[in-house]
Structure formats: C-alpha cells, structure tokens
Nanobody, 128 residues
Framework: QVQLVESGGGSVQAGGSLRLSCRIS????????MGWFRQAPGKEREAVAT????????YYADAVNGRFTISQDNAKRMVYLQMNTLKPEAPAMYYC?????????????????????WGQGTQVPVSS
C-alpha cells in the first residue's frame, strides 16, 4: 500500500523560507509523478511543483517559479519542497501527492485529478 507522509510545515514570516518533506512508502509504476499541491481556504487544490521521479524533470506553477524548488532523494524515497521568499497570505495546506504520468504530457500537467495517492497535508501560515 502506498502511503505519503509530509513533514516540515509551520509558521514562517513573509520573505522567509521553509522546507517541506514527503516520504513515500513504496515506489511503483503508478507513482512516477510526485508533486506538491497547495489549498488555501475556500479555494481549489492546485499543483505548485511536480517531479517526474525516474528522470528528475521538474515543473512549477507560474506563481512559485523561481522561488520554490522541488527535489528528491530516491535512496530515502523522499521528495522535498524548498520554499523561499514566501509571501504573506492566509494559512494554506500543502499536500504531497503521487500518480501516474499522463500520456504525451508526463508530469508537466499533473493535476489534482491525476493523483492517486495523497498525504495528510501540512499547514503553512505565512505572517506579514
């Protein structure tokens, strides 16, 4: 059974940095895409960064490109999200997710509906 466990959330000041971690229990064909999703209160859950595990290809939402970095440590079955220059906003939940790459798209357009596995989420409030 595939399980995802996030860690690293917590309060941070605007302009600061935070690193989220996600450990996946097992690698298989169905979880070659891994990504981080953000859900603000009353909003849809949206992908902020994704990675194609076998090749290490990374993709970012425009809003975080240049500030966030997704990376992996395959030996530890870990995926990380380094968040820099965080902006003041309402507390949001960050979720780690995994799923199968889309035919012809790979992990580039990995959406909430494409994820088969989810972590429990970790909250990141950013204060001004």
């Amino acid at each position: 059974q595939v399980q995802l466990v996030e860690s690293g959330g917590g309060s941070v000041q605007a302009g600061g940095s935070l690193r989220l971690s996600c450990r996946i229990s097992v690698y298989n064909y169905d979880n070659r895409c891994m990504g981080w999703f953000r859900q603000a209160p009353g909003k849809e859950r949206e992908a902020v960064a994704t990675i194609y595990r076998p090749g290490g290809n990374t993709y970012y939402a425009d809003a975080v490109n240049g500030r966030f970095t997704i990376s992996q440590d395959n030996a530890k079955r870990m995926v990380y999200l380094q968040m820099n220059t965080l902006k003041p906003e309402a507390p949001a939940m960050y979720y780690c997710a995994a799923g199968r790459p889309l035919l012809g798209e790979g992990c580039r357009t990995f959406r909430k509906s494409d994820a088969s596995y989810w972590g429990q989420g970790t909250q990141v409030p950013v204060s001004s």
